[in-house]
């Protein structure tokens, strides 16, 4: 509270890295750019009546574009995109009265996929795709009389795999697989008393590996692998090793470890050995619980881990075990 240039809020939410190698963070109050040669944080914030800032305090997503912008999802102002050389923001808000507006103003994912194109998932209108020159949205959302709409209105994370098939991760509807050709939906869902179905229907994260395997975070689920080809899922809960159930995040580092942020600390699983190394605030965690979203794989190899007291950065090589038995004495 006594450095203005300290990070603006606890409550971190999202990282991203810009072709410069600038550190951009959103977080509970504001949008900031970290200086780490000084350590020190320049903050943007919503600036009423003008174009200096975000459209809401609450930066939920970061993302950057080929362009040299960011693209912001905010919790309650729609999205923004960020122009850092002319220092502008240009918000997307949802207007009742206009069906090709965003569907809502509370954002929880953004992808850029490999058509340049945005999509936009909501915590409670659907996914939406945003149309760059017409700054317009194509809207898909849950509808019970369509078998092929999207299975739940609440999007947490958006991904595009290797073979250019975009997956959408939803809380409480499962993991949705889009059909471009016919613009419909192909559900994963738990399935009572089937072990092979997902473990659970509340998905935080999707994570595709260096091997080109797909993990899935889910809330009370643990971690999910999911067999593509046989459209079955593998489960890895407490008893196997995990410090908590509720996973918000999947960050894979450079040597093919997954790094799992939880409820309860910070968690090294090896897919090889499928052993997992727990880690807690005794540790110098931030804290024991983090952030939906908030982790990040810098170029150079950092991790970086939000949560409700800050962020912790690391390098992965740097966490060394001790293997030193000391003798008992008594």
């Known amino acids: 509270p006594g450095r203005p240039d300290s990070l603006s809020d606890n409550i971190v939410w999202s990282f991203c890295e810009d072709a410069q190698g600038t550190i951009w963070i959103g ?26 800032g975000p459209s809401h305090p609450i930066v939920r997503l970061v993302v950057p574009d080929e362009r040299g912008g960011l693209w912001l999802g905010t919790d309650g102002g729609g999205i923004n995109r960020f122009d850092p050389s002319r220092g502008v923001f240009t918000a997307y808000r949802h207007d009742p009265r206009d069906p090709a507006s965003i569907s809502s103003d509370r954002i929880r994912s953004l992808h850029q996929d490999r058509a340049g194109r945005i999509w936009v ?15 317009t949205f194509r809207r898909f959302m849950q509808d019970d009389s369509d ?50 179905s997902l473990s659970r229907d509340y998905l ?10 797909l993990w899935l975070a889910a809330w009370g689920g643990g971690l999910n692998r999911f067999d593509r080809r046989a459209g079955t899922f593998r489960h890895f809960t407490k008893k196997d090793g995990l410090p908590s159930n509720e996973i918000y995040g999947i960050q894979e580092d450079r040597f093919g470890d997954l790094w799992l942020s939880t409820f309860d600390g910070l968690s090294r699983f090896d897919p090889r050995t499928r052993t997992f190394r727990n880690y807690d605030i005794r540790d110098g965690l931030q804290g024991n619980e983090f952030n939906t979203g908030a982790n990040f794989l810098s170029r150079s190899g950092e991790l970086f881990f939000g949560g409700i007291n800050g962020f912790n950065v690391f390098r992965p090589e740097d966490i060394q075990e001790n293997p030193y038995i000391p003798p008992v004495r008594i």
């Open 27 to 52: 977080t509970q109050n504001g949008l900031d750019r970290w200086d780490r040669a000084r350590n020190s944080f320049t903050h943007f914030r919503p600036v009423p009546g003008s174009a200096a």
């Open 121 to 135: 998932g909501t915590y409670d209108a659907g996914l939406n795709l945003l149309d760059r020159d017409k700054g």
């Open 147 to 196: 078998p092929g709409s999207l299975s739940n209105n609440c999007v947490l994370s958006i991904h595009e795999d290797r073979d250019g098939v975009l997956w959408v991760a939803t809380y409480g509807g499962g993991l949705n697989r889009f059909l471009p050709e016919s613009g419909t939906f192909a559900h994963f869902r738990h399935v009572p008393g089937d072990p092979a």
């Open 204 to 213: 935080f994260c999707i994570h595709e590996d260096a091997q080109g395997d």
